[in-house]
C-alpha cells in the first residue's frame, strides 16, 4: 500500500503512524484516562522511544484538535462518562492528533444514535485529509463520500461514484435484496429502499 508514493511497508511502525491513522469499531469503554489525554496519545508516533513530554508543537496541535472537533468542555472528564457520539469524537482526535494524511475509520457511526451518526459523517466529510471508512448504511455512503466501492464476499462489484455504483441491479446483488433508488418529496433527494 502507498500513501503519498510511499510504500508503507518499506517504512518503519512509527513512520507509518506519521502517515495513517485508524479508529475502530470498538473502542474500550475506559481507558482511566482523561480525554486530553486520550487525545495526547496521537502524539506518541513524535517522541522519542520510551515516550517523552509534550513540546510546544504537541500542546498547539492538541489544542486545535481540541477545538476543532469541540471537546474543550470535555477535556478533563473520563471517557466513560461520555455519550457515544461524543466518545467517537475523541477517537477521531487522537487519529487527526497524529497529523495522518489518511484516516481509516472501521464503521464510525456504530452504535451511535442518528443525531451522533450525522454529526461524525459531517465532522469526517469536511476533514481536509483523505478519509477511507467502512458504512453498511448506503445511504449515508451516498450521501457522504465522494466515491464509494461496493463489496460482496470480499469481492468488488463497483468503485466509483455512489451514482455509478449503488445502481438498483449492483446492490440487490451484493445484499440479495431487492434495492430500490426513491426520490423523497419535496426535496427530490435520492434514498435507497430495501425489500426481501
Keep these: 500500500m502507498k500513501v503519498d508514493n510511499t510504500d508503507i511497508w518499506s517504512i518503519s ?8 491513522a485508524a479508529v475502530l ?14 487525545v495526547a496519545l496521537g502524539r506518541t508516533p513524535y517522541r522519542k522511544l520510551f515516550g517523552g513530554s509534550t513540546n510546544t508543537r504537541d500542546e498547539e496541535i492538541l489544542q486545535g484538535v481540541l477545538d ?15 455519550s457515544g457520539g461524543e466518545r467517537q469524537r475523541v477517537m477521531v482526535a487522537r ?3 497524529q497529523e495522518p494524511k489518511l484516516l481509516i475509520l472501521d464503521e464510525p457511526t456504530n452504535h451511535l444514535d442518528i443525531r451522533h451518526q450525522l454529526e461524525v ?13 467502512s458504512l453498511h ?3 449515508f455512503a451516498d450521501q457522504f463520500c465522494d466515491e464509494v466501492l461496493l463489496l460482496q464476499a470480499g469481492h468488488a462489484l463497483g468503485f466509483g461514484s455512489s451514482e455509478t455504483v449503488f445502481t438498483e441491479i449492483a446492490v440487490s446483488q451484493a445484499f440479495c435484496v431487492t434495492a430500490r433508488r426513491e426520490k423523497l418529496l ?6 435507497m429502499t430495501f425489500h426481501l
Design 13 to 20: 511502525a512509527q513512520k507509518v503512524a506519521r502517515v495513517v
Design 25 to 38: 469499531q470498538e473502542q474500550p469503554a475506559d481507558f482511566g484516562l482523561t480525554v486530553r489525554e486520550i
Design 68 to 82: 476543532h472537533l469541540g471537546l474543550n468542555d470535555f477535556s478533563n472528564r473520563q471517557l466513560k462518562t461520555l
Design 95 to 97: 487519529a487527526l492528533a
Design 121 to 133: 459523517l459531517i465532522l469526517l466529510r469536511d476533514l481536509p485529509l483523505t478519509v477511507v471508512t
Design 137 to 139: 448504511d448506503l445511504n
Design 186 to 191: 419535496p426535496s427530490d433527494t435520492k434514498h
